[in-house]
């Protein structure tokens, strides 16, 4: 059972996080050498008319006074406009948000699905070949970089093979021929609810790729986690007892071994997936993917500073949120932890 000071300790920490995140983000944005009245007013705009505007948007008011109602607008829901597009910045993420959720589950799921089997496999085989080409496989996969596992992909199964589209949701000829009715924003499952399947396989197709890089480095760490852990608890002297005792190693490894060794398989799932969430922006931006990573990429090419508050706002909510669900988690299945030990 979870403690009331355990969780009241790990919430305050993660809003003291959130708090520090979007103050040192509002004041260094402000600090940036650039003039927002400009970029909202346009190049071509007169010097009275740029006035206007700064001071139509508080950019003529002390920074604290700035801050306040920023933080007035944050708790109405309210990120303010975009300075390039004037389009509403709560609107542009409603759009993009579910691009880059649609991106990153696909690619964790498909980390897990490979991770945790792979990884059980390999701590039920130590040294064999299968354990060290995996072993070899996701150091590979950690160390290289995230644009260059993209490029790779793009060069042998575009360029190459031809075969995979090379970015985007969907083909250009699909979108108009075959376009996708919006209901939750997630392509592939508007496509589904409305039977679109051209639309669906297609976009299935852009997916595979830019899930498969996001995919990468979870996948390489939870592998070598579950593997680890397995070997740990397999190594267990009560281990060494169960097997004197007769135990059938199908037994061993799923009623002794497997317990003990997912609690820090699962802790680290959530850690890489938190990861993935704030990492996926080179992804985007190489797929042209139309998420919020490119959406702030954008945004700091053109020095749009209203989004780049927004996603990194979200993107801390969203990595503060799935590892406070990750030390619930650890605390509600191991009392060291809430214990403090």
């Known amino acids: 059972m979870l403690r009331l000071d355990f969780l009241l300790r790990r919430l305050f920490t993660s809003l003291l996080v959130v708090a520090g995140v979007i103050t040192l983000a509002f004041f260094v944005t402000r600090m940036l050498p650039s003039d927002p009245a400009r970029t909202f007013a346009g190049m071509r705009a007169r010097p009275e008319q740029v006035e206007i505007i700064r001071s139509r948007l508080g950019l ?9 109602r920023y933080l007035s607008g944050l708790a109405q829901g309210d990120f303010g406009n975009s300075l ?3 389009r509403s910045v709560s609107e542009d993420l409603g759009i993009f948000l579910p691009a880059t959720l649609e991106l990153i589950l696909c690619g964790f799921g498909l980390a897990l699905l490979i991770g945790i089997p792979a990884g059980l496999l390999a701590g039920a085989s130590e ?7 995996t072993g070899a496989a996701a150091v590979v996969a950690t160390a290289a970089p995230v644009f260059a596992l993209a490029l790779l992909t793009q060069q042998i199964f575009f360029n190459q093979l031809q075969w995979l589209p090379l970015n985007g949701r969907l083909d250009a000829e699909i979108s108009i021929g075959h376009p996708v009715t919006a209901i939750s924003g ?5 496509a589904a ?5 051209v639309a669906w396989r297609n976009g299935v197709a852009h997916l595979i790729l830019p899930a498969t890089v996001v995919a990468a480095y979870p996948l390489a760490i939870i592998l070598r986690m579950t593997r680890n852990a397995l070997v740990d608890a397999l190594g267990q002297p009560h281990m060494a007892v169960a097997r004197a005792k007769g135990l059938p190693s199908r037994t061993l490894l799923l009623r002794h071994a497997l317990p003990n060794a997912i609690l820090p398989v699962l802790t680290l799932a959530g850690l890489t997936f938190a990861y993935a969430i704030t990492g996926s922006v080179f992804v985007e931006v190489l797929f042209r993917w139309p998420g919020i990573g490119k959406y702030m990429a954008d945004a700091i090419v ?3 500073f209203p989004p780049i508050l ?3 706002l979200v993107s801390t909510l969203a990595f503060v949120g799935v590892t406070f669900c990750v030390d619930l988690l650890t605390a509600a299945l191991d009392p060291r932890v809430r214990q403090g030990r």
């Open 310 to 312: 927004a996603v990194t």
């Open 60 to 68: 003529d008011r002390p920074l604290p006074e700035q801050f306040l």
């Open 186 to 190: 997630f392509l592939l499952l508007d």
């Open 302 to 304: 053109s020095k749009d």
């Open 193 to 197: 609810l409305t039977g679109n399947w």
């Open 84 to 86: 390039v597009t004037k």
């Open 127 to 133: 040294q064999s070949a299968f354990d060290r080409l």
